[in-house]
C-alpha cells in the first residue's frame, strides 16, 4: 500500500479509522477520554493531511502523537483486561488488541526515532534507504513476538534501544497477561469440577 500516491491515501485513510476506533475503545475503558482526544485529534488530522497531499513529510509529526495514543489506549485496555476477575471472550479479544496497539505504537516510535537519526534501521531491500512504516511496523511485530529480527535491524545504538524495551514489553505481556488469563481460566474450571462434584 506504500508504492503510490493512490495507495498511500488509501494507507491514510486505514490509519485515521484504526485512530478514530482506538479513541473510541479508550472511551469505553475507565481510562480518561479526554487524553485519547489530545492525542487523538492531532494525530487524525496530521494523517488527513498527508492524504490530501500525498506527501510523507509530517508522517513522524504525526507518528510521535499516534503512538503515544497506541500505547495509552494498549494501558487503558491491560487495567479493563487486570480489574476483570472472569475470563470471557471480551478479555481473549482485548489481550488480541493490546498486542496489536503496543505493535503499531512502537512502529510510530520507530518511525519518530528514524526522522531523528537516518540510517538507524537498516533492511535487505535498499539497505541504505529510509524504512517505510510497512517495513517498520514488521520490525515491530517480530520483536513483540519475540520471534527474532526479520528483514529489518536496527543499526543505530538508540534504534538497538527501542527494540530491546519492545522486546521487554513483548515478554511482560505474554508474562502478565496471558499467564493471568490462564490462571483464571484454570482456576474457574478448578471451581466447577468442584460445585459439580457436591
Known sequence: M?????????????????????????RRSPALTWVALLLGVPAIAL??????????????????????????????????TLADHDVTRD???????????????FASVYTVSQAIESGSYLAATDPMGERTWVELLLLSFTTLSNIGV??????????????MIEQLAGL?????????????????????TEADRR
Open 172 to 192: 511482560a505481556l505474554i508474562a502478565i497477561l496471558i499467564a493471568r488469563l490462564v490462571g483464571l481460566t484454570v482456576s474457574w474450571r478448578r471451581s466447577a
Open 2 to 26: 506504500e508504492g503510490s500516491h493512490a495507495r498511500r491515501a488509501v494507507f491514510a485513510i486505514f490509519s485515521i479509522a484504526v485512530l478514530g476506533l482506538v479513541v473510541m475503545t479508550v
Open 47 to 80: 494523517r488527513i493531511i498527508e492524504a490530501a497531499y500525498g506527501s510523507d513529510v509530517l508522517l513522524p509529526y504525526s507518528a510521535a502523537p499516534e503512538a503515544g495514543l497506541y500505547f495509552y489506549a494498549a494501558g487503558a485496555l491491560i487495567a479493563y
Open 150 to 163: 526479520g528483514d529489518v535491524v536496527p543499526i543505530k545504538p538508540f534504534a538497538r534501544g527501542l527494540v
Open 91 to 105: 478479555e481473549l479479544f482485548a489481550v488480541g488488541a493490546i498486542f496489536t496497539l503496543l505493535a503499531w505504537g
